[in-house]
Every structure is written in structure tokens, then in C-alpha cells.
Antibody
Framework: QLQLQESGPGLVKPSDTLSLACTVY??????????WAWLRQSPGKGLEWIGT???????YYNPSLKSRVTISVDTSKNQFSLRLSSVTAADTAVYYC?????????????WGQGTLVTVSS | QSALTQPPSVSGSPGQSVTISCTGT?????????VSWYQQPPGTAPKLMIY???NRPSGVPDRFSGSKSGNTASLTISGLQAEDDADYYC??????????FGGGTKLTVL
């Protein structure tokens, strides 16, 4: 059964870069069907889609975050990663990685447990 | 890209039905039959409950149903059970490989 696990620092200083990784277990990140996404949920607020990647390196980003976001894939580690630059307190959130199963799917059917990242000095 | 609009809270007694609305625009909800719904009990990750407006993944009870009219999608839960007490989020494809979510609705089973 496919499982996703987020990892990375839980505390990031303002103006620094947030870096997280998502490891895929029970399946290959290079599966021709799957797309991989990052989402976040600020405390007490709704979900926000950050971006999606395919194992070939193709990426799609939320226009509101595009200037600060980079999502990449490391097939050797079966991981994909998120980098968010110039963070502020507004970037404090639980960050989730998730799967979109097929190119013609429009839902995220598998999610990691989430990891809380706090932006504070 | 603006967040979809959901009511902050709804409530119902066991056995009753509740409906949660999700309002967007012609650029997202109204433009595509690509609305999904997620259930999130406290402290857990979202779980897919409905996809493509009204389809249920295997394992989701048929008490959960979805529909759409114009720019508004709806999630209906019939025969409410205590375990349905959770936050619910809608999501819509918004074109150009982008997605938008709602602000979430807290369902309280009285």
C-alpha cells in the first residue's frame, strides 16, 4: 500500500528557505501514472495547493507562490522535495505531500501525515 | 485564484442529513466537473471522500454524496453518525494544472 512521509525542519527563521522532502513507500515515484503534490494548511485555516510535479521534472505551481517555490524529484531516493524561499510568519503551516494518481485524475487520493513548520526567529 | 467559499460550520443530529455548500466561479467549480471533497478529523490528514463531483472512492459509505449546480458544489451526508464529526474541504480543478480549495466547514454531530 502506498504511503507518503514528509520530513524536514520544524522551525525556520524568517527570510530563510523552507526545505521539505516527501518519501514514497510502497510504490515508485517514477510510476508513469502518478503525479506528486505539496499542499499546506495554516493554523485554523483551509487547505492551499502549492504545486505538483511529475517524475520527469515537469512542475506546476500556485500562481500566488510561484516566485518563491521550487518542487523537484529525486528518483534515486524515491523522494520529491519542496523549497519555499523568503519565508515569513504567514508560511507557518502544516505541510502535506500527496498523490494525484493519474494524469486525467483531478483529486488527491493519498496523503502524508503532514509536518508542522513554524517560521519564527 | 481565490479560495472557494464554504460555510464555517454546520450541525446535525444522528440520523439526520446535512449539506455543505462550496461556491466558486466559472473558472473553477462552474467550469469543470472536477470537484472533490475531503474529510479531516482533528489532528489527521485529509481523506478523499468524493471525486469528480459525485463519485465515491471504494470504502466510502454511500451516505456521502456530491452534486453540482452552476458555480456551487454540494456534499450531502445522510444518516449522520458520530464518526462523521470532522472538518470538510472542497477542492476544484481551476485549469492550467492548478487547484483551489475551500476554507473548510466544521461539521458537528450533536
Amino acid at each position: 500500500q502506498l504511503q507518503l512521509q514528509e520530513s524536514g525542519p520544524g522551525l525556520v527563521k524568517p527570510s530563510d528557505t523552507l526545505s521539505l522532502a516527501c518519501t514514497v513507500y510502497g510504490g515508485s515515484i517514477s510510476s508513469s501514472d502518478n503525479y506528486w503534490a505539496w499542499l499546506r494548511q495554516s493554523p485554523g485555516k483551509g487547505l492551499e495547493w502549492i504545486g505538483t510535479t511529475y517524475y520527469t521534472g515537469t512542475t506546476y505551481y500556485n500562481p500566488s507562490l510561484k516566485s518563491r517555490v521550487t518542487i523537484s524529484v529525486d528518483t534515486s531516493k524515491n523522494q520529491f522535495s519542496l523549497r519555499l524561499s523568503s519565508v515569513t510568519a504567514a508560511d507557518t503551516a502544516v505541510y502535506y505531500c500527496a498523490r494525484k494518481a493519474r494524469a486525467y485524475d483531478y483529486q488527491h487520493d493519498q496523503w502524508g501525515q503532514g509536518t508542522l513548520v513554524t517560521v519564527s526567529s | 485564484q481565490s479560495a472557494l467559499t464554504q460555510p464555517p460550520s454546520v450541525s446535525g443530529s444522528p440520523g439526520q442529513s446535512v449539506t455543505i455548500s462550496c461556491t466558486g466561479t466559472s473558472s473553477d467549480v462552474g467550469g469543470y466537473n472536477r470537484v472533490s471533497w475531503y474529510q479531516q478529523p482533528p489532528g489527521t490528514a485529509p481523506k478523499l471522500m468524493i471525486y469528480e463531483v459525485g463519485n465515491r472512492p471504494s470504502g466510502v459509505p454511500d451516505r456521502f454524496s456530491g452534486s453540482k449546480s452552476g458555480n456551487t458544489a454540494s456534499l450531502t451526508i445522510s444518516g449522520l453518525q458520530a464518526e462523521d464529526d470532522a472538518d470538510y474541504y472542497c477542492s476544484s480543478y481551476a485549469g492550467s494544472n492548478t487547484w483551489v480549495f475551500g476554507g473548510g466547514t466544521k461539521l458537528t454531530v450533536l
